[in-house]
């Protein structure tokens, strides 16, 4: 079992900055796929990136590659998601999870802990 709470969110103007990060406990961070998603109102929950255990892979979906970068320090227990040029689409609650499987990290149920989410607003 893994805890998962997510910080950072907030309200930014558009082609900004902000940092999402995501704290675990429980068992070991390392045994962990880690990945972000979001879910905006009105639409599905959707993948935003992951990151292996060991940090030797990412991915990312096409709406965000190239401006988000996702990173995990196994010391600190700890996930992050850096946004940059951020836009009034990225608006959204942005989810944590875990994962303990191997294969696919791109659908929800690759999934097995979330977090509860952080609110992220992207004003124009």
């Known amino acids: 079992q893994v805890q998962l709470v997510e910080s950072g969110g907030g309200l930014v103007q558009a082609g900004g900055s902000l940092r999402l990060s995501c704290g675990a406990s429980g068992r070991t961070f390392s045994s962990y796929r880690m990945g972000w998603f979001r879910q905006a109102p009105g639409k599905d929950r959707e993948f935003v990136a992951s990151i292996m255990r060991s940090s030797s892979s990412t991915y990312y979906a096409d709406s965000v590659k190239g401006r988000f970068t996702i990173s995990r320090d196994n010391t600190k227990n700890t996930v992050y998601l850096q946004m940059n040029n951020v836009k009034p689409d990225d608006t959204a609650v942005y989810y944590c999870?875990?994962?303990?499987?191997?294969?696919?990290?791109?659908?929800?149920?690759?999934?097995?802990?979330w977090g509860q989410g952080t609110q992220v607003t992207v004003s124009s």
């Open positions: 999870a875990a994962s303990v499987g191997y294969g696919s990290n791109l659908r929800i149920s690759d999934y097995d802990y």
